[in-house]
């Protein structure tokens, strides 16, 4: 059946019409505001916050299993769901980690430096890209010299403005990741389409949602230890209901957990005092 | 536009200006409001093409989520290419869509448009008239092109006598010339057809 509705697929696309330009323009606006009306990164919630998300008649299966991982998760920050939010609570997971962690603060921007010189090295548009890696640079450097306070931190995290700005530093290095280890990655690329073009259609591109291989080269540049909680009826790849990235380690706690629901990641903590 | 935004576009500018642009490869572009919302761009017509000579301006706008939503981008000047709409001016080019990185700067952006000119891509098109013609009759298509370069974009080429008779025809008929340019154009220069279609 599905392969039946590949070939009836157009191969090329028709140049669209004004009208149709316009009305995509309302749809696309549409989606938009629904979108804003949550902020870029929700306040630490109780983690039964998420179990108020599901009917427990309707929706059994997602209400039984928000419950049993109150169990084990406190808290959870909700992420806005606009295909940045893999790129985005991974973010937030770090600058909440490098806040409370000097050493690891001053190592993660000296890293910033060396993925600086490295991303124009693969060959990236030169002074736009370092403008990217800069502008991420000075965001810790400010939080190193107590420029910020922890407010202040989650306001501009929350600032279109500058958050895009953090964002696209992740999304340079994963991509610059890629090229960089292109012949260990490249088999992993869909057919038809080179691991360039991956990296600038899929990666680049603001607001494009993560896939595994997208996460796998974050974790791997950004040196984090990640775990994924799953919250849909399929399971991780390593057959339970979570995943831990770089590799399965035993007993190694992740210094990130997400949460992951269909098509999306919230930012999740472990309660510590179950522990 | 967050600040940040804006000392970019500065810097983008200026990468455009100080270039030496114009000399090299045509292009520049003009600021045309303060909070650079609305940009002017030029392409000088690329040589060996029909467009050689001509001078387009470009209708540059910057969103507000620029640089990670792409520039939108214009003909501001009338041009017959099988990407570019012959009513509008809007472009069909991937990095203006959803090849866009915000990565790109604006001097990509018009070298693109530049590259777009002297190689058209008709199995994508934004004018599926242009585009039939470009693919079916191809030195119909280039003296069109010429004729417009010449028409809309102070063009030096000689005129085509043949193609100006017909527009004079039509203006005798008080068709204003830009219509009867397009209307030819679109119509193979059939001075019938265009004439049943713009009276029928």
């Known amino acids: 059946m599905a392969n039946d509705s590949d070939e009836n697929k157009p191969t090329s696309t028709a140049a669209m019409t004004e009208d149709d330009l316009l009305l995509q323009d309302q749809q696309l606006k549409q989606i938009e505001d629904e979108q804003k009306a949550s902020p870029l990164v929700g306040d630490k919630l109780p983690f039964y916050a998420l179990a108020g998300l599901y009917d427990p008649v309707s929706a059994i299966t997602f209400f039984t299993k928000a419950n049993e991982l109150a169990a084990i998760y406190s808290d959870i920050r909700f992420i806005r769901g606009d295909g940045n939010c893999f790129y985005r609570a991974v973010l937030v997971g770090i600058v909440e980690i490098l806040m409370k962690d000097r050493e690891r603060l001053i190592k993660f921007i000296d890293t910033g430096r060396e993925w600086m010189a490295k991303l124009v090295k693969l060959g990236f548009p030169d002074w736009t890209c370092s403008d990217f890696c800069e502008f991420f640079i000075e965001f810790l450097e400010k939080i190193r010299d107590g420029k910020y306070t922890e407010a202040e931190v989650f306001q501009n995290l929350n600032d279109d403005g500058t958050a895009n700005y953090l964002l696209m530093y992740f999304r340079l290095i994963t991509s610059g990741f890629l090229k960089d280890n292109c012949e260990e990655y490249a088999p992993f690329i869909a057919e038809g389409m080179t691991l360039q073009q991956y990296c600038e259609t899929e990666i680049e591109a603001m607001w494009k949602e993560a896939d595994h291989l997208s996460i796998m080269a974050l974790v791997r540049a950004t040196g984090i230890r990640l775990r994924i909680q799953y919250m849909d009826r399929s399971e991780a790849p390593n057959g339970g209901y979570q995943h831990d990235l770089p590799d399965e380690a035993d007993n190694v706690t992740p210094d990130i957990t997400l949460l992951y629901r269909p098509g999306h990641y919230d930012l999740i903590y472990r309660n510590l005092v179950a522990q | ?200």
């Open chain 2, 1 to 200: 536009m967050s600040n940040i935004a804006l000392n970019r576009l500065q810097r983008e500018c200026k990468e455009v200006v100080t270039n030496s642009e114009i000399s090299e490869t045509g292009i520049m572009i003009e600021i045309l409001n303060e909070n650079l919302t609305e940009i002017r761009g030029h392409i000088r017509g690329p040589p060996d093409t029909p467009y050689a000579g001509g001078s387009f301006d470009l209708d540059i706008k910057i969103p507000d989520q620029y640089p990670f939503s792409p520039p939108n981008v214009k003909f501001a000047t009338k041009i017959w290419h099988p990407n570019v709409s012959s009513q509008t001016g809007v472009i069909c080019l991937d990095i203006l869509k959803d090849q866009w990185a915000a990565s790109l700067t604006l001097r990509t952006v018009l070298l693109s448009i530049q590259a777009l000119m002297c190689t058209p891509e008709p199995k994508d098109p934004q004018d599926a008239v242009v585009a039939k013609q470009y693919m079916d009759k191809p030195q119909v298509f280039k003296s069109t092109a010429e004729f417009w370069t010449l028409k809309f974009a102070k063009g030096s080429v000689p005129v085509n006598v043949d193609y100006q008779s017909r527009v004079d025809k039509l203006k005798d008929m008080g068709v204003r010339e830009e219509e009867a340019i397009s209307v030819l154009s679109c119509n193979n220069w059939d001075l019938n057809r265009a004439t049943v279609y713009i009276f029928s």
